[in-house]
């Protein structure tokens, strides 16, 4: 175990959109396989055919492609454990299933539905184990020839594993340490099902570990309850040696109060549980997603990375090489982690300022382009220079910015009741001429030249300043007015002056 290879895998069952804590356990156990010189690979659990969604596998193979987090090996890039779609290793799983069949470790059952409904009425918290089991009907307490028959008429039945009860079973887990449960809280779950002739998620999971040669287990909290299972399975197939290693990652919590983060949480708050945005196929319904919402996806891997596991240090932000040369198991922690959504929008804010004026330029420009406005990238570059500290979300740029490309066609009016004096149309008029004036217009020299016609004619500067800015802005925001100037040009200055003079 100590020499082996690192491979590790991210197993979701398309059932729906990724969660939010999903993304987060593919990320460790990229951050980890990559640390470790090892493999990650993409599987999908898609034996529950009642529980399939269409789109969801399409969906989450968008939503790593979006993040930057690649896989080894999976459904989508191959393989040599090819397929990595359960539904197509059918004929693989059989063969283990007799194996333990034959062993006696498990045992064929045709209660049915109804039945078993009975039996939940008739016995308070009824539970298919060692204490139950010789009451049903199953090939525990029917004769070899009557299972056979009941299995020739072509009677369903389903494989159950058969769990002695009052042992202590251990899941060794590298970040809860020695996790102990005893066998009698199990119960015997099912392994097969002869109707769909496939593997339950247990089986399946297990069978396709070991052929797959995982090194270690890193999943979410919430399969802690299935692990003695898991150990048990690998002991009864004869595998314990080449057992994975466990490492259950903490919850992802509510930002307020406790209990585990939903899509609910989300919607009340105001904020994406899911990467991507998602349309239900069968209703339809839209639910938000990280990249729809303007997130980028550095900020987002960012952020996950430090809901459950930290550097040791007070360092928050770390490019995806950082955390991969930091990351490990042992940081991480064992309690849940609050979803703090503010925090993810502070990543975010942060990203901006960090990406270059070009870069943010490019995210910025279709949005213009919604807007009506065809700009060049090097304006559109210095633009965002000028106002992107001031933003959370490429989104919010356009308020910050519109200015920028189109005249103001309203004048605000509370600002027009305070800075707009009586004087002040002369006193622009005479700035509109001090501005022609300016052979190099550039933020520093025309800077220079206005304030000194101020402080010649006396002039209030904060009246002069104000007024100005209305006249270009249509109220009272934005960067440095001179720099405003430069990027709109003299001639669009001049024009928006005269333009407030006679409107407002
Ligand atoms: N198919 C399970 C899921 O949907 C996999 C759990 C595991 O990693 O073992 O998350």
């Given at each position: 175990?100590?020499?082996q290879?690192?491979?590790?895998?991210?197993?979701?069952?398309?059932?729906?959109?990724?969660?939010?804590?999903?993304?987060?356990?593919?990320l460790?156990?990229?951050?980890?396989?990559?640390?470790?010189?090892?493999?990650?690979?993409?599987?999908?659990?898609?034996?529950?055919?009642?529980?399939f969604?269409?789109g969801?596998?399409?969906?989450?193979?968008?939503?790593?492609?979006?993040?930057?987090?690649?896989?080894?090996?999976?459904?989508h890039?191959?393989?040599?454990?090819?397929?990595?779609?359960?539904?197509?290793?059918k004929?693989?799983?059989?063969?283990?299933?007799?194996?333990?069949?034959?062993?006696?470790?498990?045992?064929?059952?045709?209660?049915?539905?109804?039945e078993?409904?009975?039996?939940?009425?008739?016995i308070?918290?009824f539970?298919?184990?060692?204490?139950?089991?010789g009451?049903?009907?199953?090939s525990?307490?029917?004769?070899?020839d009557?299972?056979?028959?009941?299995?020739?008429?072509?009677?369903?039945?389903v494989?159950?594993?058969?769990?002695?009860?009052?042992?202590?079973?251990?899941?060794?887990?590298?970040?809860?340490?020695?996790?102990v449960?005893?066998?009698?809280?199990?119960?015997?779950?099912?392994?097969?099902?002869?109707?769909d002739?496939?593997?339950?998620?247990?089986?399946?999971?297990?069978?396709?570990?070991?052929?797959?040669?995982?090194?270690?287990?890193?999943?979410?909290?919430?399969?802690?309850?299935?692990?003695?299972l898991?150990?048990?399975?690998?002991?009864?197939?004869?595998?314990?040696d080449?057992?994975?290693?466990?490492?259950?990652?903490?919850?992802?919590l509510?930002?307020?109060?406790?209990?585990?983060?939903s899509?609910?949480?989300?919607?009340?708050?105001?904020?994406?549980?899911?990467?991507?945005?998602?349309?239900?196929?069968?209703?339809?319904?839209?639910?938000?997603?990280?990249?729809?919402?303007?997130?980028?996806?550095?900020?987002?891997?960012?952020?996950?990375?430090?809901?459950?596991?930290?550097?040791?240090?007070?360092?928050?932000?770390?490019?995806?090489?950082?955390?991969?040369?930091?990351?490990?198991?042992?940081r991480?922690?064992?309690s849940?982690?609050?979803?703090?959504?503010?925090?993810?929008?502070?990543?975010?804010?942060?990203?901006?300022?960090?990406?270059?004026?070009?870069?943010?330029a490019?995210?910025?420009?279709?949005?213009?382009?919604?807007?009506g406005v065809?700009?060049?990238?090097?304006?559109?570059?210095?633009?965002?220079?000028?106002?992107?500290?001031?933003?959370?979300?490429?989104?919010?740029?356009?308020?910050?910015?519109?200015?920028?490309?189109?005249?103001?066609?309203?004048?605000?009016?509370?600002?027009?009741k305070?800075?707009?004096?009586?004087?002040?149309?002369?006193?622009?008029?005479e700035?509109?001429?001090?501005?022609?004036?300016?052979?190099?217009?550039t933020?520093?020299?025309?800077?220079?030249?206005v304030?000194?016609?101020?402080?010649?004619?006396?002039?209030?500067?904060?009246?002069?300043?104000?007024?100005?800015?209305?006249?270009?802005?249509?109220?009272?925001?934005g960067?440095?007015?001179?720099?405003?100037?430069?990027?709109?040009?003299?001639?669009?200055?001049?024009?928006?002056?005269?333009?407030a003079?006679?409107?407002?």
């Open positions: 175990m100590e020499n290879k690192v491979r590790v895998r991210f197993a979701p069952s398309p059932t729906g959109p990724l969660h939010i804590g999903g993304v987060r356990t593919a460790y156990n990229y951050l980890f396989a990559k640390k470790h010189g090892g493999e990650l690979i993409l599987r999908i659990e898609d034996t529950d055919s009642q529980r969604v269409p969801a596998e399409e969906y989450i193979i968008e939503s790593f492609n979006w993040l930057g987090i690649t896989f080894d090996e999976g459904v890039v191959g393989g040599p454990c090819a397929p990595y779609r359960q539904s197509e290793r004929d693989i799983y059989k063969k283990y299933v007799d194996q333990l069949l034959d062993a006696g470790l498990a045992y064929v059952a045709f209660d049915t539905p109804q078993l409904d009975a039996k939940r009425a008739e308070a918290n539970q298919y184990d060692a204490s139950t089991r009451l049903m009907r199953n525990l307490t029917l004769s070899a009557e299972v056979k028959t009941l299995i020739e008429a072509g009677n369903q039945y494989v159950r594993i058969k769990i002695e009860p009052g042992q202590d079973v251990v899941v060794n887990d590298l970040i809860r340490g020695e996790v449960i005893n066998s009698s809280i199990l119960d015997d779950k099912v392994l097969y099902k002869s109707a002739q496939l593997p339950t998620y247990h089986m399946a999971n297990i069978v396709d570990d070991h052929l797959m040669e995982i090194s270690h287990v890193i999943r979410g909290e919430e399969w802690l309850p299935s692990a003695p898991h150990v048990l399975l690998y002991r009864f197939l004869g595998w314990e080449t057992m994975p290693r466990f490492a259950h990652l903490p919850l992802l509510k930002p307020d109060g406790n209990g585990k983060l899509k609910r949480d989300g919607d009340r708050l105001g904020f994406p549980v899911f990467p991507l945005e998602w349309k239900d196929p069968k209703s339809g319904d839209i639910s938000s997603g990280y990249r729809e919402a303007g997130y980028l996806p550095d900020a987002v891997v960012n952020f996950l990375a430090l809901l459950g596991w930290n550097s040791g240090t007070d360092q928050e932000i770390f490019s995806m090489q950082e955390l991969i040369d930091l990351f490990s198991l042992e991480c922690s064992k849940g982690a609050k979803f703090d959504f503010e925090k993810g929008k502070w990543f975010n804010h942060k990203y901006i300022q960090a990406k270059s004026n070009e870069e943010i490019a995210l910025f420009q279709p949005l213009l382009k919604e807007n065809e700009a060049a990238d090097d304006k559109v570059a210095q633009v965002v220079g000028l106002v992107k500290e001031r933003v959370n979300f490429v989104q919010e740029l356009w308020a910050q910015s519109s200015f920028f490309f189109e005249a103001p066609t309203t004048y605000d009016e509370k600002t027009v305070k800075r707009w004096k009586e004087d002040t149309p002369a006193q622009l008029t700035l509109i001429e001090v501005l022609k004036g300016i052979e190099d217009f933020p520093h020299n025309s800077e220079e030249v304030k000194g016609w101020i402080a010649e004619k006396e002039y209030h500067l904060g009246n002069i300043m104000n007024a100005f800015r209305l006249a270009i802005v249509g109220e009272s925001k960067p440095h007015m001179f720099d405003i100037i430069t990027i709109i040009g003299k001639e669009e200055t001049i024009a928006r002056l005269e333009k003079i006679a409107t407002i």
